[in-house]
């Protein structure tokens, strides 16, 4: 193929199909890029959002290709093909020779990606397991088994073995639900849900880009099955007619989906306090607050969201694992200056 790009700004390319194009979109692409990356790859830079055919994205790496189609691919920088460990401090409360428990702390990166090549969680890993822990479950994410988003923390379980890699790995797929696996999260939101307890059962896809998740009709191709189910635990500047300013909520997870949490309770109008993603909008209701309630939740920088109860089967021994997290002290402090507040 001639050269097909009209244009290249950075680690994005711009190309349109040829007279002669046809076939699945990533053997095209794949062609396209001479080689620069696998079939497999290219799938997954589709797959994750990375690829726009014709001004929208293309989500399926099986969409068929027209001639005159046009495509902007959001190209990923070199990486360093493996991480290096590096002494980074973890707060580990579990370990033997299959698995290590351990809180992850709000502003860790579980893995290295695009803009976080060092100072992840699997780089701290990498340093306190040695050896050991290369390439169990992969180069980039050994070890890895589920994750936490950057700026939530909590309570995170990763494999020392390729077997329990494998254990593990089967219980979060199959999302507790024939097995103990459970994951439970306390989450600060905006106002109080009508109902005090409840399940969200919304299928989450992407929202457009890389990274945002949105609630998606069920039979959209990239909808995925999302279920939370939250129970309110406290209320605060609660007013006789029952409604709150803000709430601190429980959700377990049936599912496992990307900002699952986050992108649920927006869903239903109570997104998470700091959240720069679902919750902007919400920000100004802060003003509401009594001082220092209102400056407390002004700084507060990121996302109310802390994982703090992880269940499991262990992969050898078959015990069922209990571990639970303190909540960290910038959601501590959050949640006092909240009560004083009234």
Known sequence: MNDPFKQATGNRKVLTANESAAGRLDAFLTEALSGEFSRNRIKGLI????????GSPALEPKKK???GDTFEIALPEPEDPEPKGEAIPLDVIYEDDDLIVLVKPAGLVVHPGAGNWTGTLVNALIHHCGASLSGIGGVRRPGIVHRLDKDTSGVMVVAKNDAAHRHLSDQFADHGRTGPLERAYRAIVWGRPRQLKG????PLGRAGDRTKRAVKHEEREDAREAITHYEVVERY?????GTALVSTVECHLET???HQIRVHMAHIGHPLLGDPDYGAAFRTKANLLPEPAKAVVNRFPRQALHAFM????HPSSGETMHFEAAMPADMEELIAALRTAG
């Open 47 to 54: 797959e994750q959002g990375a690829v726009s055919m014709n």
């Open 65 to 67: 290709v027209h001639p």
């Open 199 to 202: 399940t969200i059962d919304a």
């Open 237 to 241: 500047q609660e007013k006789p007619d």
């Open 256 to 258: 496992g989906r990307t």
């Open 310 to 313: 992880l269940q499991f089967e």
